[in-house]
């Protein structure tokens, strides 16, 4: 198996089923909304049904994102130790994943995918963990500072449209209707999905850039131990644990610029001696 190409799909269809969720969930809140405005009595019963429905769907959908996406977790560990010390596949590690990867797309990635020039070891383990927790920080605090933006925007919008209505004199039935807009509006944009997805990008980020550091520190020091090793590749691991993919729309804008980065300014990227 292709583990990267695996690692890609995986991460692709977790992505995929989170933006899916986050559109599930537009359409409870129009329909709340619209439960919540509505007259008729029927109209409101087939609303609620069709939001009893979507919170179902919601659930469905984040559950299997979360199994896609600690499958893709599972797959880049297993890739990073693959390169960084050699150890191969288990028998029946192999097997466990040819039954629940079904699908391997294409890979376009790179051969070699991880660009560290040092021999296979606890060494070139710690350079690699040190050039995903660099790629991985940047992309995670790019996408916080873009969720965060949203959230902040959405919140702004209802805020402002509740504004204009009140200073433009609707009447009171009128105003308590908006009130209600702007009130689910808060509760479902302002305490999940937005503000909770920008919160873990920026702690991704944070924990990515502490393991960086230990990398560093490491690397510079000398020859760093399998212990050392085992346990960076741990932290970057915990580091990720929990946060949602990191969108590849983002990562694939920055991609270039942080390779290039990565070439001027990391000296593992040397051939050993």
């Known amino acids: 198996m292709d583990l990267i190409a695996a690692m890609r799909g995986e991460y692709g269809r977790a ?41 179902a769907s919601l659930f469905l959908l984040r559950s299997a994102g979360q199994s896609r996406l600690e499958v893709a977790e599972r797959l880049r560990r297993l890739a990073m130790l693959r390169d960084g010390i050699g150890r191969d596949v288990a028998p029946i590690e192999a097997a466990i994943l040819a039954e629940t990867v079904w699908d391997t797309p294409e890979g376009a990635a790179p051969k070699p995918y991880y660009t560290s020039q040092l021999p296979r070891g606890p060494r070139r383990l710690v350079d ?27 919140a702004a919008v209802l805020v402002a449209c509740l504004f204009l209505i009140v200073e433009l004199g609707v009447g009171q039935s009128k105003l308590d209707i908006v009130a209600k807009a702007v009130l689910l509006g808060v509760t479902f944009w302002m305490t999940e999905d937005f503000v909770d997805m920008a919160v873990r990008y920026k702690s991704v980020g944070r924990a990515c850039e502490r393991v960086l550091q230990e990398c560093r520190r490491l690397l510079d020091q000398g020859s760093p131990s ?6 960076l590749l741990h932290d970057y691991d915990a580091a990720l644990t929990g946060a949602p993919p990191l969108p590849n729309r983002i990562y694939q804008r920055r991609a270039e610029r942080l390779a290039e980065i990565w070439r001027q300014t990391h000296p593992g990227n040397e051939k050993a001696t």
């Open 15 to 55: 992505e995929a089923l989170l933006w899916t969720s986050i559109a599930v969930k537009a359409i409870i809140y129009v329909t709340t909304l619209a439960t919540a405005v509505w007259s008729s009595s029927i109209a409101a019963a087939v609303l609620l049904v069709i939001a009893c429905v979507g919170q």
């Open 128 to 154: 690699i963990t040190s050039e995903c927790a660099f790629f991985s920080g940047s992309v995670s605090k790019a996408a916080g500072r873009f969720f965060q933006v949203i959230s902040v925007a959405a």
């Open 226 to 231: 399998a212990e050392d090793a085992y346990v």
